[in-house]
């Protein structure tokens, strides 16, 4: 397997050392409510997407501190003795609501809130950050792709652009934003995923001549297959591609340099006229959201997408940031708190939120609900509103359904779902304000 | 342990349907020479830094399919079953040569070297660029801020804007950049990297106030700690955080939002008229390596520095390609070989590499030795050239030195070697050209 044995260890130092100094004086038995939000989409981006709840989940139920991370922790004279005692014990026990994976959010939602004592929550702040926000960095950028490839398919192919285990989970981001399949091997395995391929130019070159290539493809994988016809001229790799495929119909062919949409209506007619119709155009290289818009009218039946799906589309991470809200106090009741300096303030308190639909089932807004503890929890939206927070975590217990490659699929109809609700402006891909303004509601 | 077991799943696809393919018309077999370079480096950028070597080793020698990988691959059907035998008994048995992690590289520097026959060394392709192209990016924006802070400490804090794999190995390239310590305990535990810490905001808010927090952090960390003095008012933050040392000299205090500037002036002035010219200033929030230069004269004592060193400021990912540029022909003897269409062609033949110096021990050149292949592998550099290859893996064994904490350290001195050779123009923040011109000597 793949997945480490422990995710203990994927946090800051600081989380341990504060661990120790409030076991030693009693607050880390405080119960907590911690939030994650972001204050802000990346400059011009309409929506997020949420992604990574799925991992999150998992990465919890494999926070453990065995003997190997414990001892570590000693000898690197990390934390004291009765610390390492309560790591070893340590389950989280209690409980966690998000967004649905897959869901639009937009500056200030909640879409984590994690309740627990301090002890238990504050050394989960690392960890969940890194998922949620490279994960929501993907999947947002893969989901302006797809909206920009209409009913053609984005395949992920950015393996190579992104550190190997990143890797695995930008294929699984990138299919909750909507890409079709992805060529990474691990994604296929660890979370279902579609696997595809093609052949790269290294297949041609490593062959006496393009001829020869072509024909040990099609031997091997069927006329199905697809060629890349980019290694010496193209009109010629074309011609070769048919002759390999002899009498059965040619799956694809794939142009990987030069001007692809000139290339891609060249190459059409070429088809065309040799009677391959069915015979498909996929195109690569450094395609992003802008270049897929490019191509719209370009005959090209699907998109394979690197660098840029891998990285967020110029917006490697999201700014989601996890923040006490809330803590109980000596009274025993849970009292909001928040940072009050200057900037990077926050609002305390436990939030819920809701997506305000129009008659029509279009989101209008997006409701932050705030205000008494006991009636936050208690608040039922009103008619028009879509709950938008989800129990995840009940009492230490992951909820079924989140996780694995089923969580992979339900995120992405729920991405599908929660795209098609807004409103056509926020699908846009040009810069402008959030699709939806963010409302704030005090009960 | 977190490393997971096998790496040779982190594969795309069309490596393993075209090692089926060659398997079957039989050029698997054919000797081959691959080369990963960059064909530039990032806009503005003057040079880069290759990290990630160690790593590439390591990964190389847990590149094995066992029953795991084998009836997934079954199962999925990736490739017949010929090719899972083949697979079953994968080990590279080829040589590897490179640049020592840490050197700087350019434009067509050949960084890896990777010979072998195809079917060894084709299937590697995904897996080494992951490596390389993300602890490259982030190495080579660790270098620039190391520089820009000159004798002042950069602390690496960046996991949470990571993807949590990823921040383990952004957090050993930032050492290898230069970087101090990481606050993440898995990169110390991993890599025997130093790991450092404060405080968040959510210790001080878990506390009835922010005496209280102070004086718990104080009794369980000692005086020497950092405190976070930001919560509220700066200023009397820094009141408190004196009374709470009492008579001992605080270490530290840290400043994470505003005007870091004038906020460090300020806060300078405070300690110093209350006599703690010990306790020392660092800095944190949205740190890059301009707003580093813009602190130089800030009496601030080290950066911690977060988003942007994980992200590579800027440029998340390089643009190395590994590519086929050489392989056994009909006649038995190694051949050049190069994609010829249009764009991103390249040239063929194996390479090696030198760094031209001038008399003052400067490097003025980058120089990239190709010709026939006897004559560039008996090629040796003339005086006032420093030769860049070095054997990493020879004949299927890993050379010792490169990998693990002992490669990091290695690594980490080679780049400081590196860097102060470079001329100083080429060390500047500002965008320009790369720093030394990459010249082309045929042999």
Same mark, same amino acid.
């Given at each position: 397997m793949a997945h480490p044995a422990s995710t203990a260890l994927m946090t800051d130092r600081y989380e341990l050392t504060m661990l120790q100094a409030a076991l030693a004086d009693g607050t880390a038995h405080r119960r907590c409510v911690f939030e994650v939000f972001t204050r802000r989409l990346p400059a011009g981006r309409r929506y997020g997407v949420l992604a990574g709840t799925g991992r999150v989940l998992e990465a919890i139920e494999r926070f453990r501190f065995g003997d190997a991370e414990l001892s570590w922790l000693e000898e690197a004279d990390v934390v004291d003795a009765l610390t390492l005692d309560h790591l070893a014990g340590y389950r989280f026990t209690g409980t966690v609501h998000g967004y649905a994976e897959g869901e639009a959010f937009f500056p200030a939602s909640p879409v984590l809130v994690v309740e627990g004592t301090f002890a238990e929550a504050v050394i989960l702040e690392t960890l969940v950050l890194s998922i949620l926000n490279y994960d929501s960095a993907i999947a947002s950028a893969a989901s302006r792709m797809t909206t920009a490839a209409g009913d053609r398919p984005c395949l992920e192919m950015g393996a190579r652009r992104a550190h190997e285990e990143a890797a695995v989970a930008a294929a699984r981001a990138a299919v909750v934003g909507g890409f079709a399949a992805t060529s990474l091997l691990e994604a296929g395995r660890r979370w279902g995923l579609p696997t595809i391929g093609t052949a790269a130019h290294a297949f041609t070159l490593l062959h006496d001549d393009e001829r020869g290539a072509f024909a040990a493809q099609v031997a091997s994988q069927g006329a199905g297959t697809t060629l890349l016809?980019?290694?010496?001229d193209v009109a010629q790799g074309v011609r070769h591609a048919l002759a390999a495929a002899g009498d059965a119909p040619l799956g694809a062919v794939r142009l990987d340099s030069g001007d692809l949409g000139v290339l891609a209506h060249e190459v059409r007619a070429q088809l065309d006229a040799a009677g391959a119709t069915s015979t498909k155009i996929v195109v690569t290289s450094d395609l992003d959201e802008y270049a897929i818009a490019a191509l719209? %009218? =370009?005959?090209?039946?699907s998109y394979g997408v690197g660098t840029s799906v891998v990285t967020g589309?110029?917006?490697?991470?999201?700014?989601m940031v996890y923040k006490l809200v809330a803590r109980e106090g000596a009274s025993g009741e849970l009292e909001p708190v928040a940072k009050a300096s200057a900037s990077k303030a926050s609002q305390g308190g436990r939030k819920t939120a809701a997506r305000r639909l129009d008659a029509h089932g279009r989101a209008t807004e997006e409701v932050v609900v705030s205000g008494r503890d006991e009636a936050v929890v208690a608040w039922q939206p009103a008619d028009g509103m879509r709950p938008l927070l989800e129990p995840l975590v009940v009492d230490g217990e992951v909820q079924p359904?989140?996780?694995?490659a089923e969580g992979v699929r339900r995120a992405t109809r729920r991405h599908q779902e929660s795209r098609a609700e807004l409103p056509r402006v926020a699908r846009r891909? %040009? =810069?402008?304000?959030?699709?939806l303004p963010t409302v704030h509601l005090t009960v």
């Amino acid at each position: 397997m793949a997945h480490p044995a422990s995710t203990a260890l994927m946090t800051d130092r600081y989380e341990l050392t504060m661990l120790q100094a409030a076991l030693a004086d009693g607050t880390a038995h405080r119960r907590c409510v911690f939030e994650v939000f972001t204050r802000r989409l990346p400059a011009g981006r309409r929506y997020g997407v949420l992604a990574g709840t799925g991992r999150v989940l998992e990465a919890i139920e494999r926070f453990r501190f065995g003997d190997a991370e414990l001892s570590w922790l000693e000898e690197a004279d990390v934390v004291d003795a009765l610390t390492l005692d309560h790591l070893a014990g340590y389950r989280f026990t209690g409980t966690v609501h998000g967004y649905a994976e897959g869901e639009a959010f937009f500056p200030a939602s909640p879409v984590l809130v994690v309740e627990g004592t301090f002890a238990e929550a504050v050394i989960l702040e690392t960890l969940v950050l890194s998922i949620l926000n490279y994960d929501s960095a993907i999947a947002s950028a893969a989901s302006r792709m797809t909206t920009a490839a209409g009913d053609r398919p984005c395949l992920e192919m950015g393996a190579r652009r992104a550190h190997e285990e990143a890797a695995v989970a930008a294929a699984r981001a990138a299919v909750v934003g909507g890409f079709a399949a992805t060529s990474l091997l691990e994604a296929g395995r660890r979370w279902g995923l579609p696997t595809i391929g093609t052949a790269a130019h290294a297949f041609t070159l490593l062959h006496d001549d393009e001829r020869g290539a072509f024909a040990a493809q099609v031997a091997s994988q069927g006329a199905g297959t697809t060629l890349l016809v980019d290694t010496y001229d193209v009109a010629q790799g074309v011609r070769h591609a048919l002759a390999a495929a002899g009498d059965a119909p040619l799956g694809a062919v794939r142009l990987d340099s030069g001007d692809l949409g000139v290339l891609a209506h060249e190459v059409r007619a070429q088809l065309d006229a040799a009677g391959a119709t069915s015979t498909k155009i996929v195109v690569t290289s450094d395609l992003d959201e802008y270049a897929i818009a490019a191509l719209a %009218s =370009a005959p090209v039946d699907s998109y394979g997408v690197g660098t840029s799906v891998v990285t967020g589309s110029g917006h490697p991470t999201c700014g989601m940031v996890y923040k006490l809200v809330a803590r109980e106090g000596a009274s025993g009741e849970l009292e909001p708190v928040a940072k009050a300096s200057a900037s990077k303030a926050s609002q305390g308190g436990r939030k819920t939120a809701a997506r305000r639909l129009d008659a029509h089932g279009r989101a209008t807004e997006e409701v932050v609900v705030s205000g008494r503890d006991e009636a936050v929890v208690a608040w039922q939206p009103a008619d028009g509103m879509r709950p938008l927070l989800e129990p995840l975590v009940v009492d230490g217990e992951v909820q079924p359904g989140w996780t694995g490659a089923e969580g992979v699929r339900r995120a992405t109809r729920r991405h599908q779902e929660s795209r098609a609700e807004l409103p056509r402006v926020a699908r846009r891909l %040009s =810069a402008d304000e959030p699709g939806l303004p963010t409302v704030h509601l005090t009960v």
